[in-house]
């Protein structure tokens, strides 16, 4: 491991990461809020932290390596959300008591979960409001991705630390010229964001609530300004429309929809799991609208799809918003919807969870090995859109797909033993579900209408570790954790 | 498909079958409990049916090749489940009101999960109850593993048979030879079970009692003939301990353990597979024992690590017995017991679940995908006891996996459908997983103290559908669904 490198591109990325606090300190001076001071010295405390880090690491140039990056990428954002607490800490919220909620909420920003520690998210003031919906629309894309964006030419060295941010299981079009790409990329999200805004201001929401609700959902994030989320709006049919329909796109892939909007429209449609994504939302909604009428918790059909298609697509793409309080609805509806937590977006979107790709490869996966039992000597590889699945893509994947519930599985056994005694069984499972796949809510004592606050710290603590494991997809995180990893070598 | 060859082989499996039912018929007799003619006319439709279709299958021999033989099994388990079910059904019991609790009952017994539907098991005639306990011996080695011990040479049919059969990734011994193989397993089957009768009478347990709860331990299936279970012997702490011991003695491996009893004990200790499984039952039966006190469940340190290390021993090795309510447990605990549900007995144990084996390769390629991030050129191979684990066997081990979660979700989103508005929403993942994993109870509405009575006979017939699946490691149930396998070619 190579320490200048490494603290020079961390002083770097917290230079850039302090510097984003300004437009909440602007919106802080305009509504008077109060949240100024604290805002204030938190950015005046991560400049100077990324200067002196800098100024430490820096001599000439030398290439980042794959070790190098890897660092970069899993301590820059244990780092960033470290900061990112810093003005909810200052604040001394009353909601806020310990540090471990101001860092879980900071990291359930950056990672786009949306699981929040706040049961009156009105009361808090708008500067503050704005950092938290802000911090979703940093971590959407990346925050290494805007990092490599924004600085000089970083070389094969930005390829490799933007390798370990980007979602899903193919890292293609990462070439050497990844500054161009994430300049691409990034217009796409602003030009979103331009859009989005708009049409909520024009649906009725002031240009306040409609930037934070945008962030919201492009980053498949879920924060509101709202304690009800946006069932809030429930009454303006508009709104939710518009926040439907972004979302679906934000859980779509960047790079595809880039090129779609560029003149390529059928790319879309050729794209496989663009067509297995647009399904799953499809056909849940559907099952879900069907088993509610058939239930009768709902009576209206349209009332139904209403509430059924928001919810999947809202935990689907692990945004997390709520317009319904799914709780209520039959246990079957539940049993589809805690299932779908895991799926996440498409490969190269802002969603979380194990991505509607892998999940593609695992069921031909599947497949095949169910053909190989009656047919051992036909060798047939699995293909996905015509492209062949080849054997390492296929154990990668399936790596993954194992590390993820193991990771989960400890995940709720370590809350289970931190709540002893104040938590049911679906708690745990539940919660390490909600925050790996960075969704949001979850069953039970986290349920649609409920929030985080009263975890213990240390289940805030490892709650936030599962946040950035799911967020980074696992490896990034794992890797800081083996003694070898750090080795001068 | 060679449907005379498939008819010949099943029809013998019946006869052979039918030919079991003669020791419950014995003890209907001996008790005078009534049974009789239930009892009676199940065997004689039994090998009425075998007959039939052994006469109709009957030509000049032919070769039994793989698709035939995965049918066989497959159908063989189904049908005799079906013909397992009758004398329940002829006895017209007041707690087996439809044929898919007696089918549900019988799956149970041959499948050694120890699910029951009945709740007052001490009211049912002893004929059945022998009956019951009897299915658990029959599955446990399993019924076409004693069919070749029995019948006469088949050759290498009988390999691709049993191949269907026997549990693990591995099908390592299944030598042409496969008749001497069978029989010297059944050879240690049977002398276990002489073994363990006469400790239980010495304990003070009467014949029939004993000769039940032996069957119900060495298939590790869980079916008790005490309304409580083993809990109805918690006073006489030499009973629970014999059982403990043979527990543990059907989750090994019972080729390891035959080379083991004949001189080389070493054998045991230098076996990865078994190292791991003695590890984590002492590992698990010591946390849980800790948090048990920790928490003030229980004051006494013996007692404790005796329900404990019984409730792990227990679920590990799929049996069942219950002596414990580990629902009043801490959610931590029964987090842990959930988890270890997955793991299940050795290879080539009596045991279900997804077996040891498989998961210390998962592990394996768990640890493999991690070290590949920070040393990418590095090739090495995992290793499990100093063998090196094919890419082949990794891919198939994930493969298991991954179907095996599926299912689970499957099977409990079937329930969830089912039983709309009857249950809460842990039952439908509890009982899936107890069913698929073949132990008997579970969380919840399936809970230590509770049975299955009050499920809906369509979900008998799922959860029957997901016993047999777990008990044949899926593919040999799987492939019956696929029009194509069934194909005259």
């Known amino acids: 491991m190579n320490f200048h490198i490494l603290a020079k591109l961390l002083g770097l990325l917290q230079l850039t990461f302090g510097a984003s606090m300004l437009p909440s300190l602007c919106w802080s001076v305009y509504y008077r809020d109060g949240a100024f001071a604290p805002l204030a010295s938190a950015m005046a405390i991560t400049l100077a932290f990324g200067a002196a880090l800098y100024f430490w690491g820096r001599r000439k140039d030398e290439d980042i390596f794959r070790k190098e990056a890897t660092a970069t990428v899993g301590l820059g954002w244990l780092l960033s959300a470290f900061f990112g607490a810093l003005p909810y800490y200052f604040a001394q919220l009353s909601e806020m008591p310990t540090f471990a909620d101001c860092y879980f909420e900071s990291m359930s920003g950056l990672t786009t979960t949306g699981a929040s520690v706040l049961a009156d998210i009105e ?39 933007v390798r370990n941010e980007v979602t899903g299981p193919v890292k293609e079009g990462l070439t050497p010229r990844i500054k161009d790409t994430a300049l691409l990329l990034y217009r796409l999200y602003i030009g979103y964001t331009v859009v989005e805004t708009i049409l909520l201001m024009m649906a009725g929401m002031n240009f306040f609530d409609a930037l934070c609700h945008t962030f919201g959902t492009l980053a498949t994030g879920g924060f509101s300004t709202q304690n ?32 779609a909007i560029r003149g390529r429209p059928l790319k879309l449609w050729k794209d496989a799991e663009w067509r297995f994504y647009i399904s799953i939302i499809g056909g849940a909604a559907l099952v879900i609208a069907i088993l509610l009428l058939s239930s009768n918790t709902y009576q209206a059909i349209d009332h139904a799809l209403r509430d059924s298609l928001f919810a999947v697509v809202s935990l689907l793409t692990t945004t997390g918003f709520v317009t319904a309080d799914f709780e209520a609805w039959p246990v079957s509806t539940q049993v589809i919807l805690a299932v779908l937590m895991f799926f996440g977006g498409c490969a190269g979107s802002t969603g979380g969870g194990l991505k509607i790709m892998r999940w593609a490869i695992l069921f031909k996966v599947a497949q095949g090995a169910l053909d190989q039992v009656y047919r051992p000597r036909t060798i047939r590889k699995p293909k996905i859109g015509g ?36 938590i049911d069984l679906i708690t745990p499972f539940s919660v390490s579900a909600s925050t790996l796949n960075n969704i949001g809510p979850g069953f039970s004592m986290v349920g649609a209408t409920q929030n985080y606050g009263f975890f213990l710290p240390s289940s805030k603590w490892v709650l936030s570790l599962l946040m950035v494991l799911g967020r980074l997809e696992l490896y990034s995180i794992l890797v800081l954790f083996v003694p070898r990893f750090w080795r001068v070598s």
Chains 1, 2 share one sequence.
């Open 123 to 161: 009361a808090i003031p708008k500067g503050l409001l704005f950092w938290r919906s802000w911090t979703h629309w940093l971590g959407g894309l990346g925050i290494i991705m805007l990092f490599v964006a924004i600085l000089p030419y970083l070389g094969a060295g930005g390829r490799a630390l």
């Open 228 to 259: 009800t989320s946006v069932a809030a709006y429930y009454d303006n049919g508009a709104i939710e429309i518009i926040i439907l329909i972004f979302m679906i796109l934000a859980g779509t892939n960047f790079a595809l929809m880039y090129a």
């Open 387 to 422: 492209v062949l699945i080849s054997d390492e893509l296929q154990v990668s994947t399936l790596s993954v797909f194992l590390l993820w519930v193991l990771t989960f599985l400890l995940g709720a056994f370590a809350i289970a033993l931190i709540e002893q005694g104040r």
